[in-house]
């Protein structure tokens, strides 16, 4: 895992890309298909930086019709630690279907956001980013 800097980079990255002031960095998943196997939606280091930002997780919506979606579970990895977990429920909508956490990074650490869902449906998407300011 590297972080990267300069113009050009491209907008969905799994991957810490800081900003080229080094203020700020950001990371998106892009879309994923939901599956009831765990997928990784972001894995990043912060290398050098301590950074204060916002996880955004999007549960699954399917893409024709945005009253099917499903019921996820994401979870939350600092340096191996299991943070937590956040549900998302696109499926009921008795529950949040976009969750949001304000996290803090320490230096040389690594985040990773893992995703699974209740059903197996390649027409349902799902998404993450992360958004920070850099110390």
């Known amino acids: 895992m590297t972080n ?6 491209a907008v969905t ?3 810490l890309i800081f900003s080229e002031d080094g203020k700020h960095c950001y990371a998106y998943s892009g ?4 599956t ?3 997928k990784t939606y972001l894995d990043f280091e ?12 999007n549960g699954p919506v399917d893409d024709d019709t945005p009253t099917v979606g499903a019921t996820s579970a994401s979870q939350i990895y600092l340096n191996d630690v299991k ?14 279907g976009t969750e949001r956490w304000e996290l803090i990074l320490p230096p040389y650490s690594r985040l990773k956001v893992t995703m699974v869902d209740d059903g197996n449906e390649s027409d ?3 998404s993450m980013s992360f958004i920070g300011q850099v110390y």
């Open 4 to 9: 990267t800097t300069g113009r050009g980079l």
């Open 13 to 15: 990255s799994p991957q």
């Open 31 to 34: 879309e994923k298909t939901a």
């Open 36 to 38: 009831t196997a765990a």
């Open 46 to 57: 912060t290398k050098d930086a301590l950074v204060k930002g916002v996880l955004q997780v």
């Open 83 to 96: 943070l937590g977990i956040i549900k998302t429920d696109t499926k009921d909508e008795n529950q949040p």
């Open 124 to 126: 349902r998407y799902a």
